[in-house]
């Protein structure tokens, strides 16, 4: 059975900080890893990783992938009130089969 | 715009009803996927359809029933044989077959309450 771990499941800190949430995962024939946000309804895509070592960047936001000891981090720079969220990590097999295993999330609170 | 649109918002159920959720999109995606979302909890998948027709059980599918009779809808029909329905319920879609790697999108959801 797939598993995705995230660590820590709630974090708070203060606008100005930087954040690192992790996720580890087991998949079977592992094909990407995807982060997701999401605030108080429908999580809405960030990244998708798919090779280790290459980062994705977007903004303030980055992640990175490491397929050797399957784990992936997304950080968060210059931390604001808006990014407080719950942010979910899926690791997605290959095949003709698309299943998403998702962690239980992070939930994210920046105080201002 | 483009998007994927769930309804109701917020449902009730009494005990011993079915009760059906509407997902629609108009991506254009091949694939459409049902989730279910508990307090503190992750998604976790109750069925998907990767083409018109075709559907397959996820992780949770007792309880659950679903058609696919067009591209467009996934509707998701919570049945009295899901004791334990209480739950926010996720519709997302992705570009298939074709392409593979893409990401799911997902819609805003339904809460759905016991009565």
């Not at chain 1, 605030?39 to 290459?54: D, R, V």
């Not at chain 1, 998403?100 to 992070?106: A, D, I, P, W």
């Amino acid at each position: 059975e797939d598993k995705v771990v995230q660590s820590p499941l709630s974090l708070v800190v203060h606008e100005g900080d930087t954040v690192t949430l992790n996720c580890s995962y087991e998949v079977t024939n592992f094909r990407s890893l995807l982060w997701y946000k999401q605030e108080k309804k429908a999580p809405t895509f960030l990244f998708m990783l798919t090779s280790s070592g290459i980062e994705k960047k977007s903004g303030r936001l980055s992640s990175i992938l490491d397929k050797k000891e399957l784990f992936s981090i997304l950080n968060i720079t210059a931390t604001q009130t808006g990014d407080s969220a719950v942010y979910l990590c899926a690791g997605r097999r290959g095949g003709s089969n698309y299943k998403l295993t998702f962690g239980k999330g992070t939930l994210l609170t920046v105080n201002p | 715009d483009g998007g994927i649109t769930q309804s109701p918002k917020y449902l009730f159920r009494k005990e011993g009803q079915n009760v059906t959720l509407s997902c629609e999109q108009n991506l254009n995606h091949d694939a459409m996927y049902w989730y279910r979302q508990d307090p503190g909890q992750g998604l976790r998948l109750i069925y998907y359809s990767q083409i018109v027709n075709d559907f397959q059980k996820g992780d949770i599918a007792e309880g659950y029933s679903v058609s696919r009779e067009k591209k467009e809808s996934f509707p998701l029909t919570v049945t009295s044989a899901q004791k334990n329905p209480t739950a926010f319920y996720l519709c997302a879609s992705s570009i298939g077959h074709s392409l593979p790697l893409q990401p799911q999108h997902f819609g805003d959801g339904t809460r759905l309450s016991i009565l």
